[in-house]
């Protein structure tokens, strides 16, 4: 069974989340570990990654949540789009109608 990408925040992901897709902004990268930090306003996460993006890049991340060897929670990227020119208030707006639904 293949689990589809969740958005979440990232203070809302939890250790037995499958699949998540966060949108957040790159704050720091580590070429030699291939990861990078993602703050999405609500806090930060490393992502594992092939592709490393710039720092002050806007990015969407959809991957597994895995705790790394310090027992934190990060993710393990399948896909890592660049979002910039995206309307990230806009998207903050619809999140919130949809969970008024």
């Not at 896909?79 to 990230?88: E, T, W």
């Amino acid at each position: 069974m293949r689990y589809y990408g969740v958005e979440k925040d990232i203070v809302e992901i939890k250790e037995d989340d499958k699949r998540v897709s966060i949108v957040g902004t790159v704050v720091r990268k580590n070429t030699t570990k291939y990861s990078m930090i993602v703050d999405d306003g609500t806090g930060e996460i490393e992502v594992y990654t092939d592709t490393l993006f710039d720092i002050g890049n806007l990015v969407r991340v959809i991957g597994r949540i895995f705790k790394d060897d310090t027992s934190r929670l990060s993710i393990n990227a399948e896909i890592v789009q660049d979002f910039s020119g995206f309307d990230v208030a806009l998207y903050q707006k619809v999140r919130i109608m949809e969970g008024k639904l």
